[in-house]
């Protein structure tokens, strides 16, 4: 990462790629996908949809500020697990996610619309993204938002904020249609400051005391192992529930349109990329 910012740095600095400035709009649409305490072996089964909206202003052929706004549908279920305590765990969860992001981002080649020749590069980026997020779990046949449950042992009032940061960043590929157009293609990233996305994370709570906080449903909610027939069930208080020490994270891999509202620069000669 210092080496990547250390170019962007010297770029930035260069004289001879200031001839191309203006705002880009655009829309994509794809998929996202879920990593965390309920799809630990990065399983790709439960592929949700993705749509993302950005405006990109270009400072030059290299560099790029964007700032996005994206929606995401993820979910995960330790029935997928090969591991035999998440199976046994038998925890699920499904959430939509709305965030916003602002990326600097960094052209690999002179890209310049309209140019018969710069007119494809593959790019990074990297920024920071708010999010806000709801994971909600069935039971019952009836769908149920976990975070007021206090599934592992919050007092009332003291629940995981369903507002969080992270870390957004990624990689992706744009080439021009003509002048004004161009194809974008993704692979965006959030490396989330919680790690309650999927609402695990520690250990498991006194059932009772959930119950007495938060009725029965929640009490129901924090060990699900006897559902399966499992006894005792697994949920011992203090008994580890999720990894505290991995946070959650998300992706979206999308494709979709730009349109150039900027201008073409004449260089100077001594400038002449």
Known sequence: MKNFLVIILLL????????????????????????????????????????????RYNFNTRLCLKFAASYARVAGYDSDSDNTFEKQRNL?????????????????????????????????????????????TKYEDKWYELQPLGTEGQFL???????????????????????????????????????YLDDVSTIYPDAKDVQRLHGDIAAALVDRSGELGIEPPIGQKGRQRGNSKDNDSYQMLTVGLSYYFGTIRCPSISNYY
Not at 35 to 48: A, E, K, Q, R, V
Not at 110 to 134: D, E, M, Q, R, W
Not at 180 to 193: G, K, M, P, T
Request: hydrophobic share 40%; proline share 3%; glycine share 14%.
């Open 157 to 195: 009032g003291q629940e995981y904020s369903l507002l969080q940061l992270g870390f957004a960043y990624g990689l992706g590929l744009k080439w021009d249609i003509n002048y004004d157009w161009s194809i974008n293609v993704e692979l965006a990233s959030r490396y989330l400051f919680t790690d």
């Open 12 to 55: 930035a600095g260069s004289g001879y790629l200031s001839a191309q400035r203006g705002w880009e709009l655009g829309g994509m649409a794809g998929v996202s996908n879920y990593f965390g305490d309920l799809n630990s072996n990065y399983g790709l089964n439960h592929i949700g949809p993705s749509a993302r909206l950005f405006a």
């Open 92 to 136: 699920s969860f499904a959430s939509n996610i709305f965030d916003g992001a602002a990326e600097f981002e960094f052209n690999f080649m002179p890209y310049v619309h309209g140019s018969a020749y710069n007119n494809f590069t593959p790019y990074g980026f990297l920024g920071l993204a708010a999010f806000k997020f709801n994971p909600k």
